[in-house]
């Protein structure tokens, strides 16, 4: 299947993948598309999937007082699942859904299991690769406890660098903490 080559080049940036390896995540792996809108996972449902993004945009977020806080966005070549809950096997406060039409390779949580129990270059990929997410996480704690309004946009901008300008500005303003009148001044001042 060609379409698994863009997956299979991610995972290549961290080990060396065998034809064995390949051949089980391609048999392994599902491709799907989510239309735009779409809730792929609710707070209420334990994540059993992972997704790795082939193309477009999703978002993970969760409610307070009713209003959708966005928690963080994943792009092209990136996994995205509500970690506590596909770790512990329990719901979460994560929702997921679609901010654009997405297309995913999805891969089930025991598969990956089985990926991991198999072949221990997969244990090595999952450490260098979170080793990453974890650096990103760390600078966002950053900026949102010490940066003004003005400097959480910035970053975002930073941090979202490829992807910003197709994201709603009320998720911007959510995952900034900030009002959407706010960032709208913000921007007016460039």
Do not use: C
Not at 52 to 69: A, H, N, Q, V
Not at 101 to 124: A, Q
């Amino acid at each position: 299947m060609e379409t698994t080559e863009n997956i299979f080049e991610h995972f290549e940036q961290f080990i060396k993948l065998s034809d064995t390896l390949k051949a089980e995540l391609q048999d392994r792996l599902q491709l799907v598309t989510f239309k735009k809108g779409e809730l792929i996972l609710d707070a209420n449902q334990i994540s059993t999937k992972s997704y790795f993004i082939r193309k477009g945009m999703l978002r993970t977020y969760f409610l307070k007082d009713g209003k959708e806080i966005s928690e963080y966005f994943s792009s092209k070549n990136e996994w995205i699942n509500s970690p506590k809950s596909f770790m512990q096997r329990k719901t979460d406060i994560y929702y997921i859904d679609a901010i654009e039409t997405t297309e995913v390779f999805s891969l089930h949580v025991n598969d990956l299991g089985y990926l991991f129990d198999n072949f221990p270059e997969m244990e090595r990929y999952a450490r260098l690769s979170m080793g990453t997410v974890f650096g990103h996480f760390m600078e966002r704690i950053t900026s949102m406890r010490f940066a003004s309004a003005k400097e959480k946009y910035a970053h975002f901008r930073k941090t979202y660098h490829d992807i910003y300008h197709r994201i709603p500005l009320g998720m911007i303003a959510s995952y900034i903490g900030i009002t959407q009148e706010t960032l709208s001044r913000i921007r007016a001042e460039k």
